[in-house]
């Protein structure tokens, strides 16, 4: 059984930061690239950032691009994701994903966490 399970999340100021984890077990983890996705109450699921199976190579929404830094460790089956200068725009519930291709859709993500709730207080 697949599972992946976000940790991390929580209430911040804007300008802070914090670092979300997703623990992979069930799958062999180094064979998915990962990605992070976000949803805010009453908007769609947002694409936040990818990387590959071997962690060499990230894509990342303009949206968090040069605040956010998403990396992995194969040998302990988890991706992280790490928040810099937080703004109230960034609060949403917070999700990984496992995907068998390096993919910004979320509609070829085959495994999903739980998610993780974050928010930015101005």
């Known amino acids: 059984q697949v599972q992946l399970v976000e940790s991390g999340g929580g209430l911040v100021q804007a300008g802070g930061s914090l670092r979300l984890a997703c623990a992979a077990s069930g799958l062999t983890f180094s064979s998915f690239a990962m990605g992070w996705f976000r949803q805010a109450p009453g908007k769609e699921r947002e694409f936040v950032g990818r990387?590959?199976?071997?962690?060499?190579?990230?894509y990342y929404a303009d949206s968090v691009k040069g605040r956010f830094t998403i990396s992995r460790d194969n040998a302990k089956n988890t991706v992280y994701l790490q928040m810099n200068s937080l703004k109230p725009e960034d609060t949403a519930v917070y999700y990984c994903?496992?995907?068998?291709?390096?993919?910004?859709?979320?509609?070829?993500?085959?495994?999903w966490g739980q998610g993780t709730q974050v928010t930015v207080s101005s």
């Open positions: 994903a496992a995907s068998r291709v390096l993919t910004d859709s979320p509609d070829s993500y085959y495994y």
């Open positions: 990387i590959n199976r071997s962690g060499g190579i990230t």
